[in-house]
């Protein structure tokens, strides 16, 4: 069975601190990705990474960094974290030449 | 750019009452559809992967299809446990940007919040 998991189920935080969420993947998957999901909105990529130290901006890569420096753990760097950042955060991995994201389990991140 | 919809935002079935969710799309050329569960506070959980038009695929109560324009989860007998918001996503197989990576993505609907009651 694939297993992504995430460092935090929740989090909270104030505005301004640096946030790390960190996912790591047990299957070897070349791919991985950040997504955020709000009501209303569904889920949106942020970043993704289709390999060690390549990543690539996704919809809404705004306010956020990635860093990937080994294959199995893709980390989302909120830089100076902002209130309209409150959200659940969610991991995913995918085998390349695959086509199935399989997530983690999210971090639900306040900012206060 | 691409678009799901999901229909209908939410649904209230009686256990034992079967029903179908909607996923309409719109995508410069379909690779793969995707059906997800995910319950309150989790991940979303992969159900299916569907290629081509008039495929189906079934997992126990789940039963899904896919046509040109939209694909239907039909929920046979369904038991409060298949309680869950169900989402479904496009992955396009040409990228619509210069970067090659964005062959990648996944475009999600809102999903359907789905409660059966017993």
């Known amino acids: 069975d694939v297993k992504v998991t995430q460092s935090s189920r929740y989090l909270v935080k104030r505005t301004g601190e640096k946030v790390f969420l960190e996912c790591v993947q047990d299957m070897d998957h070349e791919n991985m990705f950040w997504y955020r999901q709000d009501p209303g909105l569904g889920l949106r990529l942020i970043y993704f990474s289709y390999d060690v130290k390549m990543k690539e901006k996704g919809d809404i890569p705004e306010g956020y960094s990635v860093s990937r420096e080994k294959k199995e753990r893709f980390s989302l760097i909120l830089e100076s974290a902002s209130t309209n950042q409150t959200s659940m955060y969610l991991c995913?991995?995918?085998?390349?030449?695959?086509?199935?994201?399989?997530f983690g389990p999210g971090t639900r991140l306040t900012v206060l | 750019e691409d678009q799901v919809t999901q229909s209908p935002e939410a649904l209230r079935l009686q256990e034992g009452e079967s029903s179908s969710l909607n996923c309409s799309y719109t995508v410069s050329g379909l690779r793969g559809l995707f059906w997800y569960r995910q319950d309150p506070g989790k991940g979303p959980e992969f159900l299916f992967t569907l290629y081509s038009a008039g495929e189906e695929k079934e997992k126990e109560r789940l039963k899904a299809t896919l046509t040109k324009k939209e694909s239907f989860l039909h929920i046979t007998a369904p038991k409060p446990e298949d309680s869950a918001t169900y989402l479904c996503?496009?992955?396009?197989?040409?990228?619509?940007?210069?970067?090659?990576?964005?062959?990648?993505?996944?475009?999600f609907g809102k999903g359907t919040l789905l409660t059966v009651n017993p």
């Open positions: 995913a991995s995918r085998q390349h030449g695959t086509d199935t994201q399989y």
């Open positions: 996503a496009v992955q396009a197989t040409k990228s619509t940007q210069n970067s090659g990576g964005s062959n990648y993505k996944l475009t």
